[in-house]
């Protein structure tokens, strides 16, 4: 039997298509493994896809919000380095830096008695009201900075301690508790102004109390310098709280209508005030509730039940005790002339 033999021209055409096949899927792959450039095969219009602008590149977008076209924003970057590292030191760097402060001056001066002891005599110092817009503006307080904190610190130290499955609800939680929470923060806020603002107007005799640091370091005792309703340090904490608590709130605000007034720049702005003014007033807090305390005695009774040691008065703040005397104010004295 003869062998079959192909003829030439069938020869040629599976020659053909076997070179046809290998020069299709080469380009099949290639464009797989390709990101479609300008001039790409799939690109049917010859404009570029995005062009750089003021440092960024901005993209094309067809949806109405313009803003979402930028593609990269090198500020991004130094913002999530402040983020990260920046605010986490400044807030905890203040906060311990003021504790070991104050646990200095405790082991130098301990707690500051009253010099002539207890009276027993009683003299109102803050009414319901007074303490009610304090209470309401503390413990919001006390709650903005803990679950501002656990947003803070909740990567570096709460997921290696509690691990992610806990530490989500629990950013959840802390981060409907930070938005809820600042409507009574607010509330306590424009009623502490209403309240002392007239009395912590600054006056001459806060320069003494400032000359001669309050009398806080002096040992001898009852050596504090002649103060109205409130002494200069007080007036220090008052404004402090008042002006940083309205910039919390301003930026805080801005930061929960995201891109209300501003773009990213402002936007990343607002965070870096938000929390520098954290760092600062959780300080300030801290040194607040130390002389409120463990550092005077006697001063937690003005915020606990509202009266103080007619010593106490006489002592720290002379001038509103002798008005409080005049008008009759003190128990067990009769109005003086
Ligand atoms: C009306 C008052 C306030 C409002 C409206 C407000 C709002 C906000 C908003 C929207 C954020 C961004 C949270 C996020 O990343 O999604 C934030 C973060 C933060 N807030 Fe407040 N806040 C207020 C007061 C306070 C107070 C009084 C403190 C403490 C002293 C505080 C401490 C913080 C901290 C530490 C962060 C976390 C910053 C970060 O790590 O990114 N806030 N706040």
Redesign the pocket.
């Known amino acids: 039997m003869r062998p079959t033999r192909l003829p030439l021209h069938a020869l040629l055409l599976i020659a053909l298509l076997a070179v046809q096949s290998l020069a299709a899927s080469t380009f099949a792959q290639a464009q797989l493994t390709q990101v479609p450039g300008q001039n790409s095969p799939t690109t049917k219009e010859q404009v570029p896809l995005y062009v750089p602008q003021d440092d960024k590149l901005i993209g094309r977008v067809s949806i109405p919000d313009e803003k979402l076209a930028v593609l990269v924003q090198p500020e991004g970057r130094e913002w999530r380095e402040w983020?990260t590292h920046t605010?986490?030191l400044a807030?905890a760097g203040l906060a311990i830096g003021m504790t070991a402060v104050l646990a200095i001056f405790f082991l130098y001066r301990g707690t500051i008695r009253i010099h002539g002891g207890k009276s027993g005599r009683l003299v109102l110092r803050f009414n319901g009201l007074d303490r009610f817009a304090h209470w309401t503006t503390a413990v919001?307080?006390l709650l903005?900075?803990l679950?501002?904190?656990i947003?803070?610190?909740g990567r570096p130290l709460l997921i290696p301690l509690i691990g992610h499955q806990a530490f989500t609800p629990l950013a959840e939680y802390a981060?409907s508790i930070?938005?809820f929470?600042?409507?009574p923060?607010?509330v306590g806020?424009l009623m502490i102004m209403g309240l002392w603002l007239r009395d912590n107007i600054p006056e001459k005799a806060d320069w003494t109390w400032i000359r001669t640091a309050g009398g806080l370091f002096s040992k001898a005792g009852g050596q504090h310098p002649e103060a109205g309703r409130f002494n200069a340090g007080q007036k220090l904490v008052f404004w402090s709280i008042v002006l940083?608590?309205i910039g919390?709130?301003a930026?805080?605000?801005l930061?929960?209508v995201p891109f209300a007034v501003s773009g990213i720049g402002g936007m990343q702005i607002m965070?870096v005030i938000?929390?520098l003014?954290?760092?600062g007033?959780?300080a300030a807090?801290i040194g607040h509730i130390y002389i409120g305390t463990i550092g005077m005695e006697g001063a937690f009774d003005a915020m606990g039940c509202g009266e103080v040691d007619e010593n106490w008065a006489m002592e720290h703040h002379r001038r509103w005790y002798q008005e409080q005397l005049r008008k009759g104010y003190v128990e067990g004295r009769q109005p003086a002339e």
């Open positions: 983020r605010l986490r807030i919001s307080f903005m900075a679950t501002g904190v947003l803070t610190f981060k930070h938005n929470v600042s409507v923060f607010v806020l940083g608590g919390m709130a930026t805080g605000y930061m929960m965070h938000h929390g003014l954290a760092a007033l959780i807090v």
